[in-house]
Each structure stands twice: as C-alpha cells, then as structure tokens.
C-alpha cells in the first residue's frame, strides 16, 4: 500500500473531485490508519479495526467518484455496489457475502496483470514463437542441414517482418480453451453459492475451439495462455486474498435505500434483513468463496447515500456504530460548476476540446461561456431535481450536438465557444418541460 499522507491524499483528489473537503479528509484519514496499522506489531494490529466512513449527500456531489479515485491512487482492490441489489437470505437475489467474492475478483485481475507484466518479455517472446510457428510450420520430417539451415533464416526473416509490424493482418489458426458459463446456467443466486459454482467448474469440460484470426487480434489471447504458464495461480490467489482483505474498498451506495421502518409488503419487505446480513460482513465475518475463505475485518467499508427521505439515524444502530466517521457533502453552487468545468484534470470543457482535436477541429471556451454553462446548469438543478454535476453532462451534450455532428465536415476550422453560442444552443430547452427530468 502506497504511504501517502493525508495531505498528498487530498492534494490529489483535488485533481479531479472540487470541494468536498470534509469529506477528501475524511477518506485521507482513514486510508493513512490503514498504512499505521500495518506498522504496528501483530498482536496490536489484529485489533486495529478499519474506520468506516458513511457519506450522506445529494446526487452528483461526488461521494462515488472520491471513492473511486481513493482506490484507484491507492492501487486497492474497489467494487462499487447498491445495497438496493441485495436481498435478506431466504429471498430471491444476491446475498450481501457476494460482494466480498466481487472484490476478490477485482484483486484477483488485479494481481494477474501484475504478474503478467512481470513475465512480459518472457511472454512476448513465447508469442513470437508461436506466432512464427504458425506462419512457417515445421516440416513432419526433419530435412537435411542445408534445409533445416534454409528454414532457420526464412524463420529470423519473418521474425523482423514480425517487430516490424508488416505481418499484422496476416492470419493464423490459435485454439482456445473455454469452459461453458457456469453463471448463465445457475444464475444469480446460483452464483453466490460458491461450494455449488466450484464443482460445477470442476465438472464440466473444457472445450477447444480453433479459430482464424489476424496476428494483430491473436496476440493478447496468445500472450494470456503462455503467460499463463508462467506464472503461479496459487500465488495469484494467496496474494489477492491478502490484498482483498487488508488494503480492500468496497463502495455501498444508495444505503439509504434500506434504512427506516419496515414495509409490510412490497419490494422493500426485505431491506432490515439486508441491514442485519450486513452487519457481520461490516463488522468482520469469514466469507466463503470458491478460491478460498476471505476475511472482511480490515476491509474499508465506504457507504454513502442521499438521506432525503430517511437518516442515518434510521440505520439499524448495531450498523450505525460500525461507520464511525461521517460526513455529509454539500449541495454544488454556480461557482462550483464553473471551477467543475475548468479545473479537474479531466474537466468537461477539456474533454470536448480533445474530442474534436481528433477531426481536426480546434475548439476554445471564453470565460464567459464557461459561466453561462455553470448557470444554466445551476438554474435547472433548482427549477428540477437536483441531480448535481451530472446536470453539467447533459448540458455539454446539448451544446456540442450539432458540432459533434458536423465536426467531420469542419476539419481545419477554430471554433470559440461564447455566451451567446451556449444561449443560442440552449435556447428551446427551458420551454421543453420535462426535457431535463428524464
């Protein structure tokens, strides 16, 4: 795990995530306890337990994406899931256990690519083998030396042709190794039983296929099957399952969702059974899984939800103390949009800038234009509901809709997006009611 402080932590989240900062904070805390833990001794650390955070907020103010990008700077295994997807056991649906297995997963391709990258030159050169053994196959019978020697400079020729790229849409024959689709046979529920996955796994065959495929779309399966013979799937598995269970995220979204009283029918009947499924998986319980049992005591649980018609209060209070830091995020302001779509790293307006570099098409804004967006994107969050930046996509949408659609025809041309430009464009909406509320 990477030993960022808290500060280098909200330093970069600031990148791409404006305001919030009670929140950046608290999420820096808690994945700098993660990195104190594993300094501590054995015994000490065992007891540490990871500070959950419940994140309450409207839509689109960030609590998904501060999570996201936690995981993704931190190189931590991260699954985002709804707690409206789960039903209490007994019901038909995923049970609660099943995102554990998802993060697992997650860290199980996490480790693999890593491994893969470290057998890379290794791998590539088995994949120019075989490559070559398919372009040049070896005669049934041996030859003499001068035609064994004939075949080796035919085979160092194509192997040139090959790093230089010149064989890429010739085509050669690879066999595959596919098992059937266990969870299209058994199904969601079927899936989260993981003894029952396992043996089917184990039961049915492998079926070979041989299929006709350019060089350039061969190599990655090549690369895939000689890399996997490279390397150790018992270390893959041993090392994903102590990745998933000291340096996992997994992200609950909508726990609002579950919260309150009881419905005497319905759809909601279950959503107390999903609170109390989740309170061992939250407060550290041994999940089975078909690689083997995982942990979830240090696991860092991020909830989060909009609260509009319930509390936090209403969580069951076994759960409740299970998130001991909270943080509620604040409503986007005209000035938020605008530093939104001006200063991430991956801002909106800069996203549309390169989108049309790629036709040729040389796009600026104007400051004001960038304030007319951040208006009209404020005005309707008020006029309808308030669905926060997400309101600024499809306002972009809207605005570049004829451009993007003539931008093929505009190569060579600088546009500059004004004020006016964005009024014009926008012009009809407000009169469309319901435009925006779908």
Known sequence: MLSLTPKQIVAELDKYIVGQAEAKRAVAVAVRNRWRRQQLGEQMSRDVSPKNILMAGPTGVGKTEI?????????????????????????????????????????????????YDQVKEEGTKAVEDRVLDNLLPAPAFGGDDEEIARRDRSREKLREQLRAGELEDREIEITQEEKPNIGGMLG????????????FERMMPTHRSTKRLTVREARQQIFSQEADK???????????????????????????????????????????????????????????????????????????????????????????????????????????????LTEPQNALTTQQVELMK??????????????????????????????????????????????????PDLQGKTITITASYVRQRLANVDEKKGWFSF
């Open 67 to 115: 999570a996201r990008r936690l995981a993704t700077l931190t190189g931590a295994p991260f699954v985002k899931v709804e707690a409206t997807k789960y039903t209490e056991v007994g019901y038909h649906g995923r049970d609660v256990e099943s995102m554990v297995r998802d993060l697992l997963d997650v860290a199980i391709a996490q480790v693999r690519s890593e491994l």
């Open 188 to 199: 969601a529920a079927g899936m989260d039983d993981p003894d029952m996955t396992s043996i």
């Open 230 to 340: 490279l390397i150790d799937r018992d270390r893959i598995t041993r090392t994903a399952i102590a990745r998933a269970e000291q340096a996992g995220i997994i992200f609950i979204d909508e726990i609002d969702k579950i919260a309150g009283a009881e419905k005497s029918q319905g759809p909601d009947v279950s959503r107390q059974g999903v609170q109390r499924d989740l309170l061992p998986i939250v407060e550290g319980s041994t999940v089975t899984t078909k690689h083997g049992p995982v942990r979830t005591d240090h696991i860092l649980f991020i909830a989060a939800g909009a609260f509009h018609t319930a509390t936090p209060n209403d969580l069951m209070p076994e759960l409740q103390g299970r998130f001991p830091i909270r943080v509620e995020l604040n409503d986007l302001t005209k000035d938020d949009f605008v530093r939104i």
């Open 358 to 407: 790629t036709e040729g098409v040389t796009v600026s804004f104007t400051e004001d234009s960038v304030e007319a967006l951040a208006q009209f994107a404020f005005d309707q969050n008020r006029k309808l509901q308030n669905i926060g930046a997400r309101r600024l996509y499809t306002i972009i949408e809207k605005v570049f809709e004829q451009m993007s659609f003539d931008a």
